[in-house]
């Protein structure tokens, strides 16, 4: 059936490091990819998606490709801020109109000033 | 201009009492959904509504009740709480018919049980 998998964290940097999640998913067709945050004490909010293979998504300095041929959509920032401090889920919704959503585990991310 | 709303923000309830949660979004949408999130921030669907008819119903005890009076609410009825109901609980919605339309989600409830 269609998952989505992304590297457990907590993932721990310190301030300006470069960050990068890994996420995998497996699904037939071509589903549509997002990622979303949520803060402490938060709801989840839409980071940034991609609809269709090579596509790019971004959003306040993250990026992640939509890469057909590796199922992966990997959420990279350059320079990450102590605000960026969260948990970053990847989630995938099926290829048709009616598709299921399908999140990840999340990936705590702590950045250390 | 609250997209989706949950009432109550937080809840602490003894073990065997009943209680409700309720969600509202404001968006429009056809299709609503209910979360859990555990301490491990693992967040595991329960339920989702598309024009008030159920169309997801997970491995849920039956002790938890949805009820969707019209498309831009649904509520969550939990009868004898117990200790493993403690958890975040999540409303989100979206529009279905749309492929790459992401879900809304509300700021969450979290219930502690006692």
């Known amino acids: 059936g269609d998952s989505v998998t992304q590297m457990e964290g907590p993932v721990t940097l310190s301030e300006e490091a470069f960050l990068t999640i890994n996420c995998t998913y497996t699904?037939?067709?071509?589903?549509?990819l997002f990622w979303y945050v949520q803060y402490p004490g938060e709801g989840l909010q839409l980071l940034l998606k991609?609809?269709?293979?090579?596509d790019k998504g971004s959003n306040k300095g993250f990026e992640a490709t939509y890469r057909k041929e590796t199922t992966s959509f990997h959420l990279e920032k350059g320079s990450v801020q102590v605000s960026d401090s969260a948990v970053y889920f990847c989630a995938h919704k099926g290829a048709d109109s009616w598709g299921k959503f399908q999140f990840g585990a999340g990936t705590q991310v702590v950045v250390t000033p | 201009d609250t997209a989706v709303s949950q009432t109550p923000k937080y809840l602490v309830t003894q073990m065997g009492n009943d209680k409700s949660i309720k969600c509202e979004q404001n968006?429009?949408?056809?299709?609503m959904y209910w979360y859990k999130q555990d301490s491990k921030k693992f967040l595991k669907i329960m339920f989702s509504y598309n024009n008030k008819e159920l169309i997801i119903n997970e491995t849920v005890p039956n002790r938890f009740s949805p009820k969707s009076p019209d498309k831009a609410h649904l509520n969550l009825h939990i009868n004898s709480l117990e200790l493993g109901d403690s958890a975040v609980y999540f409303c989100?919605?979206?529009?279905?018919?749309?492929?790459?339309?992401?879900?809304?989600f509300g700021p969450g409830t979290r219930l502690t049980v006692l």
């Open positions: 991609a609809t269709k293979a090579d």
């Open positions: 968006l429009g949408h056809d299709t």
């Open positions: 989100a919605s979206s529009l279905q018919g749309v492929q790459n339309n992401e879900q809304f």
């Open positions: 699904a037939t067709g071509y589903p549509s």
